[in-house]
């Protein structure tokens, strides 16, 4: 049986997000040979576009060919060896995932928790550096998709500078949405995925490291375990060398050279305060709506929004018809907030103002008949005083 092209759906969730048409264009480019030399020059392109999102001098900073949890893995499976200490905080999906990663490394892990919901506290950093010596990496989620927890770092990376260790940062939900400014944070390892803020298809992870952490690379005594995310080769193939390592896909290359110039053309400033204001419109929206959002600023994140579903509403029953009468997605929870929040990224490209009426507009239509009491109108009223 052949299929059919799927009719486009707009992508509200945690990600993929919507992808510009310029990006989806540029997929279709004809695929060159992976050491071509007009591939090498979008390959040398697209890396210094990489280097102004993550907003960093470093030379190694490059896309894993692979998914956001590929960079994780590659961040991680660089810097550790069997039997090093790594703190890793965790507050969700994400930082448990980190915590597993670092394990399989051979790591001794120091989990450090706080309530899914909530931010890290850098005291409770600062007592886990205290009780253990010679930690290697403090590894943290910037922004946790699993909750909506935008994570203040500056406290916890000085904390992890001043026990001599590295900061390993998760951006999948941050890069080209929210500030990373890894050189002026002097973030160690970053990792990020480009299915979300930077609204290219999944597939790619961007990666970058600064000077410090390729030293504790170069004195690793053992070889690194993954051969594929070994970064001995990858920036052999990465570099002036161009020595073959795997075969780049290319015409993923060709969307995240695309996707990164959109950036670059809007400037990240005026992207970062794009997210803002459309993410308080969506708030004030669902506000309106008299919904409750699981996390209180300062920590809530403006790609990614956790709110709360009320009383007898069905979570199954609202996205079913969200995605068959309004062709929107969004995401469910997970872990402990299963059944209890929906997950509303604006992200990247899905960043608008229209998609911000539309999701409000078509979920009154939705939980009236259900019972929920609520008035469209004022919630659309207090979205479009949002942008006065
Ligand atoms: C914070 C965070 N880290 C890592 C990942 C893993 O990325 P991927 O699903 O692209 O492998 C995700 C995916 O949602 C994420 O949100």
């Known amino acids: 049986m052949k299929l059919e092209e799927p009719q486009e759906v707009l992508l509200l969730g945690p990600g993929p997000s ?57 961040a991680l499976v660089n810097i550790l060896e069997p039997g090093d200490k790594a703190v890793i905080c965790v507050n969700g ?15 001794q892990v120091i989990e450090v928790e706080a309530d899914w919901g909530s931010p890290i506290e850098p005291d409770d950093v600062k007592k886990a550096l205290e009780a253990n010596d010679d930690v290697k990496i403090v590894g943290i989620v910037h922004a946790e998709t699993s909750t909506g927890v935008l994570q203040p770092l500056e406290q916890i990376v000085e904390l992890a500078h001043q026990n ?11 890069l080209g949405g929210i500030p990373v400014s890894v050189d002026a944070r002097e973030l160690d390892v970053v990792y990020s995925g480009t299915q979300k803020c930077l609204s290219c298809p999944p597939g790619l992870a961007p990666l970058t490291l600064n000077e410090k952490a390729l030293s504790v690379f170069r004195f690793r005594k053992n070889v690194v375990q993954s051969w594929y995310l070994d970064l001995t080769m990858l920036t052999r193939y990465w570099g002036e ?25 809007e400037g990240l400033q005026e992207r970062f305060k794009r997210h803002k204001l459309n ?22 994140l403006p790609s990614l929004h956790a709110v709360k579903i009320p009383d007898g509403i069905s979570d199954a029953d609202v996205r079913k018809k ?31 103002k229209e998609n911000v009426n539309r999701l409000i507009k078509a979920l009154g239509e939705i939980m009236q008949p259900m019972g929920y009491n609520c008035s469209i109108e004022e919630a659309l009223s207090a979205v479009s005083r949002t942008y006065q």
């Open 93 to 107: 999906v994400f930082g448990t995932r980190m915590a597993d990663v670092a394990s399989r490394c051979g790591a």
């Open 322 to 352: 969200l995605r068959a009468d309004y062709r929107i997605e969004i995401g469910g929870g997970l872990g402990p907030f299963k059944g209890n929040i929906w997950r509303v990224g604006l992200m990247g490209h899905g960043s608008q």
């Open 241 to 265: 060398e161009r020595f073959y390592h795997h075969t780049a896909p290319i015409n993923m290359i060709y969307a995240l050279y695309e996707a990164l110039s959109i950036i670059r053309e």
């Open 279 to 300: 993410s308080k419109a969506l708030v004030n929206g669902f506000e309106a709506l008299g919904l409750q959002m699981l996390t209180s600023e300062p920590y809530r």
């Open 164 to 174: 001599g260790a590295l900061i390993v940062v998760d951006t999948v939900t941050s």
């Open 18 to 74: 919507p992808i510009h048409p310029r990006v989806l264009k540029a997929m279709s480019w004809n695929t060159l040979g992976h050491l071509d030399p007009e591939f090498i020059e979008i390959m040398n392109e697209a890396k210094e576009l990489l280097k102004y999102v993550f907003e960093t001098k470093n030379q190694v900073t490059l896309p894993i060919s692979a998914t956001g949890s590929a960079g994780m893995e590659a």
